[in-house]
C-alpha cells in the first residue's frame, strides 16, 4: 500500500488504545476480501487501466479497501468505542498524524454533544482559500465525475448531488455501533455493485462516501468557516488532512455540524 514507512511512524505517537496499520498482504487475507477476491480483482484492473493509473491520485483496488479495513477494526472493538480512519500521512509523513490524548478525547467529546446519535463523523471538504466565501469550499464538479454521479443516480440525482458541497475521506470518525457497521457494508457495497463508477472519479472511494452521505443524510463536520492561514502549501484543504489541524479544530469546537 502507499505510504507504508510514513504509517509505521505513528507507532511513535501514542494517542490511541491500539493501531491497525495494514499492508496488501493482510488486506488479501481478510475474510471478506477474500470473499470477494473477484470484484477486487475486476477493481484492480480498472485501477491499472491506461486511464486510470497515470493519474497523480491511483489507488489500488481504487481504495475500495476502505471499508474493509474499517468493518475489520469495529470487529474488533467494543459497542460505543471509535474507530478513527486517517491516510493523511503523504501530506507531512508521520509528524503529521501526531495528536496528543487529550486533545482527541475532548475532539471526540465535542462531537459526541453536538451529534449524539452519529454513527459517522466526516469533514466537509474545504476550498483553497477558507478565508474567502467563493473559496471556501471545494466545487463539487471538481472532486465526483459525471460518470459517478450518473452511476449513482439512484441513490441521489446528479443536479441534487452537484448542487452539494463535498466531503473528505482522509479523516473518518467511526463510533462502533450496527449502524455504523452497515453503514460501512453499504459504502463497500457501493464498489461492488458499480465497480466502473466507484473507480470512475480521481476521489473514487471518496465520490460513493459522497453519494452515501447525502443519501443518508448525514451531519458532516464543517470547519471551513474557522480555519485562517497559515496553510500547508498555502491550500486550506491540505491543512485539513492533516490529522493534527483536523482534531485541533474539532477539540476547540471550530466547527459546526451540518448536512451536505
Known amino acids: 500500500m502507499p505510504y507504508e514507512r510514513a504509517l509505521k511512524e505513528m507507532g511513535e505517537h501514542v494517542w490511541a488504545d491500539r493501531k491497525m496499520l495494514w499492508t496488501e498482504e ?11 477476491r ?9 485501477a491499472q487501466s491506461p486511464e486510470l493509473r497515470g493519474h497523480k491520485q491511483w489507488r489500488p483496488y481504487c481504495a475500495a479497501f476502505k471499508p ?8 474488533e472493538a467494543r459497542k460505543g468505542d471509535y474507530v478513527l480512519w486517517t491516510d493523511s500521512s503523504k501530506y507531512a509523513g508521520g509528524a503529521g498524524l501526531a495528536v496528543a490524548a487529550d486533545q482527541l478525547r475532548e475532539g471526540l467529546r465535542q462531537l459526541d454533544e453536538r451529534a449524539p446519535a452519529q454513527s459517522l463523523t466526516a469533514l466537509v471538504h474545504c476550498g483553497i482559500d477558507c478565508t474567502q466565501p467563493a473559496l471556501r469550499y471545494e466545487p463539487q464538479s471538481r472532486l465526483i465525475s459525471a460518470r459517478t454521479a450518473n452511476g449513482y ?22 463510533k462502533v455501533s450496527e449502524g455504523a457497521r452497515q ?27 459522497t453519494v452515501l452521505a447525502a ?4 451531519q458532516l463536520a464543517d470547519m471551513c468557516p474557522f480555519m485562517r492561514p497559515p496553510w500547508l502549501k498555502n491550500k486550506c484543504h491540505d491543512t485539513q488532512k492533516l490529522l493534527g489541524a483536523a482534531i485541533g479544530a474539532l477539540a476547540r469546537g471550530e466547527f459546526v455540524m451540518r448536512p451536505l
Not at 26 to 36: C, G, T
Not at 38 to 46: G, H, Q
Not at 183 to 209: G, I, K, V
Open 38 to 46: 473477484e470484484a477486487f480483482a475486476e477493481l484492480e484492473r480498472i
Open 68 to 75: 474493509i479495513i474499517i468493518l475489520r477494526a469495529m470487529s
Open 183 to 209: 453503514l460501512a457494508l453499504e459504502w463497500l457495497q457501493m464498489a461492488l455493485d458499480q465497480r466502473q463508477a466507484f473507480c470512475a472519479s480521481h476521489t473514487q472511494d471518496q465520490a460513493a462516501m
Open 26 to 36: 493482510a488486506l488479501q487475507r481478510d475474510p471478506l476480501f477474500v470473499e470477494h
Open 153 to 174: 443516480e439512484h441513490l441521489v440525482p446528479r443536479a441534487a448531488l452537484f448542487a452539494r458541497a463535498g466531503l473528505l475521506t482522509t479523516h473518518l470518525i467511526w
Open 215 to 218: 443519501n443518508r443524510s448525514l
